[in-house]
């Protein structure tokens, strides 16, 4: 069975063309991205998200002040003059531990500390924000169903991420994304296989939560056991 694969940036005006790598319509696959706007935010530490790459690089600093100013980050262009998104201005910082990117950002206070032991917790927290997108937002939850049982994978050629991803080192090494082969990807595709099973779960229960509302306490307990993982209570 064809896989199905997704990533990149998610502004349709870096893929004038309509498609992403290896032709994958651009609008079908950017539903699966964590940079994907959402009509209903994820919510972590009580602070709405727009996008689950926002609410997953906030998870990563102790600072709840972190995660309002990541939260309210907006559009902004690059060096090129093409737009960068709010979710990946997010991932910038987020990779970044110099204070010059942070403050470029509008960031005024110290650099944030990361959590010592993020590795720990990473999965789960990313679990736990995918199955919001999808429980919260029926229109993503009923295109991810769509995609019955294809494997799913995060093509993550074009900025070497082989844990969340998977990549074609040659590809990788050329910094040229659109010249990797689907035979040649190698990773653990973690976000593929967190999707994958949000998917089976979707399938046999629908989302039941109403966008609207604040995280139920079933919601907010596995959220507090995340923040206890990490320290940061």
């Not at 991932?91 to 110290?110: C, D, I, N």
């Not at 900025?159 to 910094?175: H, I, L, R, S, T």
Request: glycine share 6%; net charge positive; proline share 8%.
């Amino acid at each position: 069975m064809n896989p199905i694969l997704f990533g990149g940036a998610t502004n349709r005006k870096r893929y004038p063309d309509g498609t992403n790598f290896f032709g994958n319509d651009f609008e079908a696959t950017l539903i699966l991205s964590n940079y994907a706007p959402l009509d209903n935010p994820v919510i972590w530490r009580e602070v709405p998200f727009p996008s689950v790459e926002q609410a997953y690089v906030a998870a990563k600093f102790k600072d709840l002040a972190v995660a309002k100013f990541i939260s309210e980050l907006q559009e902004q262009l690059d060096r090129r003059g093409l737009p960068n998104s709010p979710a990946q201005r997010a991932r910038t910082l987020g990779h970044s531990r110099s204070r010059k990117a942070w403050v470029a950002a509008g960031w005024r206070q110290p650099l944030p500390v990361m959590l010592a032991n993020w590795d720990h917790c990473k999965v789960s927290i990313m679990e736990d924000l995918v199955r919001q997108k999808f429980q919260r937002n029926p229109r993503m939850a009923e295109a991810l169903l769509e995609t019955g049982d294809r494997p799913l994978i995060e093509h993550t050629t074009g900025w070497n991420d082989p844990f969340w991803g998977m990549v074609d080192p040659v590809a990788c090494q050329a910094k040229n994304p659109r010249a990797a082969r689907i035979e040649c990807l190698q990773g653990s595709n973690y976000l593929g296989r967190i999707l994958m099973r949000v998917r089976t779960e979707l399938g046999s229960c629908p989302p039941q939560v109403k966008p609207t509302e604040r995280p139920s306490r079933l919601e907010q307990s596995l959220i507090e056991q995340q923040l206890s993982l990490c320290d940061c209570i």
